[in-house]
């Protein structure tokens, strides 16, 4: 075979070797928008039995339910659990936010192994939530980090130690904000999802109207 044969048999192996590469690549971590919103909720290893059992009734559904009133879509929930490098993650940190930023690719790569072990599509409408039993950092009495979530997008940690951190962290992931958190009158005073949790207030498991609009908006803008 002639050097210029040699030559082009190299380039059309090397053409084909890169298409058959991008193709794979395409096939495998997709965006599929038309996929239903989808929770993700991981067990930390450290929450205990007793508490996983009501964690759906007294933590995610005041979420979804005040989410799909607002924005008409629905919201499917899949618990994990005993699933490492995810379920046992070290959260607990002084420094929140470079330890959110580890748990962020982690939660990439928990996307992808669902997605290629033909569980379920990638979508960017996917939520991985991590529930934890403590606070990041501090406490509940004397103050720190219950919980995190990126503004807007996929992946949140919130601790069980009030009933409104899971719907905030969540909130935060679809657009609502601090600012438009509101204390309501019903009898007594309760707060919104977004406003910071007082001892001697009740939980409204609302948004607030801004709020509710700020979640529409984002919502319908993924469509």
Same mark, same amino acid.
């Given at each position: ?42 067990? &930390? ?50 420094? &929140? ?17 669902? &997605? ?39 992946s949140?940690i ?11 962290e ?7 904000? &601090? ?37 529409k ?7």
């Amino acid at each position: 075979m002639s050097i210029a044969l040699r030559l082009f048999a190299l380039i059309v192996t090397l053409i084909l070797s890169i298409s058959a590469n991008a193709l794979n690549k395409q096939s495998g971590l997709t965006d599929n928008i038309e996929d239903p919103f989808r929770l993700f909720v991981l067990f &930390h290893d450290d929450v205990p039995e007793s508490k996983r059992s009501t964690v759906y009734v007294e933590h995610i559904r005041p979420f979804t339910a005040e989410f799909e009133k607002i924005t008409g879509r629905q919201i499917s929930v899949v618990f994990d659990r005993s699933r490492p490098p995810y379920t046992n993650f070290n959260y607990k940190a002084e420094d &929140h936010k470079a330890m959110f930023e580890r748990w962020k690719k982690l939660t990439w790569t928990y996307r992808a192994e669902r &997605h290629d072990s033909n569980e379920f599509l990638f979508s960017r409408n996917d939520r991985i939530l991590l529930i934890t039993n403590d606070f990041i950092n501090g406490s509940p009495l004397f103050g720190g980090t219950g919980g995190i979530a990126t503004q807007p997008g996929n992946s949140a940690i919130a601790s069980l130690d009030y009933k409104q951190i899971v719907g905030h962290e969540l909130g935060h992931s679809f657009n609502a904000i &601090h600012e438009d958190g509101e204390v309501l009158y019903n009898g007594w005073w309760c707060e919104t999802f977004m406003f910071e949790p007082l001892p001697f207030r009740s939980n409204c498991y609302v948004f607030s109207e801004a709020n509710k609009k700020h979640i529409k908006a984002y919502v319908d803008s993924q469509s």
